[in-house]
């Protein structure tokens, strides 16, 4: 064996000797060390040896084996050297021009705002809930007081998923809001809670410069005792205040939302006139928001939580909204558009 191997590896030298490109260097690498290799084939006939001599042999065998990796790699170098002096030898090179940058990618500017909400709102106990982008018709609307024949049905034209079924709760179905995420919550944790829950919602709309068929929602719950919407309208001050960096007022309209009662719209001081009016605000002052109200005692009840022992508020605001009011961006549709130069802005 001791004969052979050194026979091999003499044979192998010579042969290193002859090569003169890299392409002639991988077929000698696979000559003696591929699968059907003249080392391969010593070390799989280790197996027909006596026991007594299977160590030596195969101390010896790798010996050889990392002797020639050792002469392949080091002519692999020498190879690489020439070729790159060849070409330097034909062609000039500025060793002075800078090297090339490479392209990175950045996070996307709804992720951004998702981050900054999420963050505020964590400071001040929040929760971030998440929960599954197709639901039942369940959670998505008798869960939180749209039962089948309520009107509000038609104000979210819906994405149902053909001939599918959940087994418990009906029809499946994009969901056209992140409420299922808080019918989801308050039937699993109960009562007090104190979450906020963003993520990817769908509509069949007719797209246009404000609509979009799938856009982001941040929604929020807190429910406790003694709940009254001075905390939200606090709560909305603050975040508002903390988002842009400035002072934010808001205010109180009526509104209509079913699983709210009472129902508001929720606005904020403009922040580009300072509540003077201007175009942006309709020379209002204020600038439309979101919708919010007292939560609907029929929601906490389908919960499991009972309404006269505890209260609580819900809200929700659209993050392509909130970002286009924060970069004076005129069309939603470029969030999901993939133009870079749009993205590359942010």
Known sequence: MKQELQKILEQAKKDLKKVKTLDELKDLDVKYLGRKGLLTEKLRSIKDLPNEEKKDAGQLLNQTKKSLEHDLEARAKSLEKSVLEAQLSKEFFDTTLPGETKKIGHIHVLAQIQEEVEKIFGQMGYAVMDGPEIDSEYYNFEGINIPADHPARDMQDTFFIKDKHDPDHQRLVLRTHTSPVQARTIEKY?????????????????????????????????????????????????????????????????????????????????????????????????????????????????????????????????????????????????????????????
């Open 190 to 346: 109960g009562a007090p809670l104190r979450i906020i829950s963003p993520g990817r919602v769908f509509r069949n709309e007719a797209l246009d410069a404000s609509h979009e068929h799938t856009f982001h929602q941040t929604e929020g719950m807190l429910i406790d005792k003694n709940i009254s919407l001075g905390h939200l309208k606090g709560t909305m001050i603050e975040f508002l205040s903390r988002l842009f960096n400035k002072d934010v007022e808001v205010r109180f309209r009526p509104g209509y939302f079913p699983f709210v009662e009472p129902g508001l719209e929720l606005d904020f001081s403009c922040l580009l006139c300072q509540g003077k009016g201007c175009r942006v605000c309709k020379h209002t002052g204020w600038v439309e928001f979101m919708g919010a109200g007292m939560t609907h005692p029929n929601v906490l009840e389908a919960g499991g939580i009972d309404s006269t022992e505890y209260t609580g508020w819900a809200f929700g605001f659209g993050m392509e909204r909130l970002a286009m009011m924060r970069y004076g961006i005129t069309d939603i549709r470029l969030f999901n558009s993939g133009d870079l130069r749009f993205i590359r802005q942010f």
